[in-house]
């Protein structure tokens, strides 16, 4: 079964300050690993994903995450945080089996500060 | 592009009553689920579907019902509502190519009182 865990409910940063949203996932067998974002009172946009090959995967509003299988994570990365990237943002696991499953992890708040 | 559609948008019940939530998708997807969001707890799985006429448990399933009689349809039932219910409701479709992106709806929220 997989499971994900995101370290942090809630996390702020500086705008213009590097952003690292941490993910630790746990899969029986090899993953699929997404981020998504979800802005208030909306559904959840997909960030980037990871299913194989190149190891760092580049998403959307200059977001970035590395899938390390030896430390089985899938942090999330900005260099330069802005007001706009104010936002809960998911973590989701899908094993590349049968189970078409997709786990999600609890969540982690994003607050920018001027 | 309809995408993925929920409805209603808003909903307040009373304990005891019953009510579906409608979703609905345009893009041929074989896999649809529904999840619940409640703060600090992310999303859980209620039900899911890997195709008409299949639907199979989550995370979360006691007190719902499922149902997928068209690839486009799957219908969330709440038989008897309680406070406990009270969430966001997500609907969410993908096609089972390898590597394909979740879509979601936009969310139906449900307050039982």
């Known amino acids: 079964a997989q499971s994900v865990t995101q370290l942090g409910s809630h996390v702020s940063v500086s705008e213009g300050a590097l952003v690292l949203l941490r993910c630790n996932y746990s899969?029986?067998?090899?993953?699929?690993l997404f981020w998504y974002v979800q802005y208030p009172n909306q559904g959840l946009q997909l960030l980037l994903k990871?299913?194989?090959?190149?190891?760092l995967v580049k998403g959307i509003n200059g977001f970035e995450a590395e899938f390390k299988k030896s430390e089985t994570s899938f942090h999330l990365t900005k260099p330069s945080a802005h007001m706009s990237d104010a936002a809960e943002y998911f973590c989701?696991?899908?094993?590349?089996?049968?189970?078409?499953?997709?786990?999600f992890g609890k969540g982690t708040r994003l607050h920018i500060l001027p | 592009n309809a995408g993925v559609t929920q409805t209603p948008k808003f909903q307040v019940l009373k304990t005891g009553q019953s009510m579906t939530l409608q979703c609905a998708q345009d893009?041929?997807?074989?896999?649809m689920s529904w999840y619940r969001q409640d703060p600090g707890m992310g999303l859980r799985l209620i039900h899911y579907?890997?195709?008409?006429?299949?639907?199979d448990q989550g995370e979360v399933p006691n007190g719902y019902n499922v149902s997928r009689s068209t690839t486009e349809d799957f219908p969330l039932r709440l038989l008897s509502a309680a406070p406990s219910q009270t969430s966001v409701y997500f609907c969410?479709?993908?096609?089972?190519?390898?590597?394909?992106?979740?879509?979601f709806g936009e969310g139906s929220w449900l307050t039982v009182v």
């Open positions: 990871y299913t194989t090959g190149a190891t």
């Open positions: 899969s029986s067998v090899p993953p699929y």
């Open positions: 989701a696991v899908r094993a590349m089996n049968r189970d078409d499953k997709i786990i």
């Open positions: 893009m041929n997807h074989e896999y």
């Open positions: 579907s890997v195709g008409a006429g299949i639907t």
């Open positions: 969410a479709s993908r096609s089972n190519r390898v590597g394909n992106t979740i879509y």
